[in-house]
C-alpha cells in the first residue's frame, strides 16, 4: 500500500511542483516521476497469472503518456526570456 501511495502522490506533486520549482529541479522531477511511473506500470503487466485486455489497453496508454512527459522534460530549453520551452515553441 506504502507503494502505490508513493506512485499516487508523485503524480500530484508534480503537477505543484512544476508551478514552484525552478526550470532545472521541475524538468528532474518531470523525468523522475515519468520513469517511475513507466516502470511501475510497466512492470505491473507481468504481475499475476494473466492480464485483463482492459487493463492492457490503459497501462499501454499510461506508458505512452509518461514517456512522452519524460521526452518533453529532456527537451526543454530556456527560452529568451528565461521562462522553460520545448523546442518545437512557436
Excluded: K, Q
Excluded at 518531470?30 to 511501475?40: C, D, E, K, Q
Excluded at 510497466?42 to 482492459?54: C, I, K, L, R, T
Amino acid at each position: 500500500m506504502l507503494g502505490a501511495a508513493i506512485l499516487m502522490e508523485t503524480a500530484i506533486a508534480v503537477v505543484l511542483f512544476s508551478r514552484i520549482l525552478p526550470y532545472r529541479a521541475n524538468r528532474w522531477a518531470n523525468i523522475f516521476s515519468g520513469v517511475l511511473h513507466t516502470l511501475a506500470v510497466a512492470g505491473s503487466m507481468f504481475v499475476g497469472d494473466e492480464v485483463e485486455p482492459y487493463y492492457m489497453f490503459m497501462a499501454t496508454i499510461e506508458i505512452i503518456c509518461t514517456l512522452y512527459i519524460v521526452w518533453a522534460a529532456w527537451n526543454w530549453s530556456i527560452s529568451d526570456d528565461g521562462a522553460p520551452a520545448t523546442t518545437n515553441s512557436r
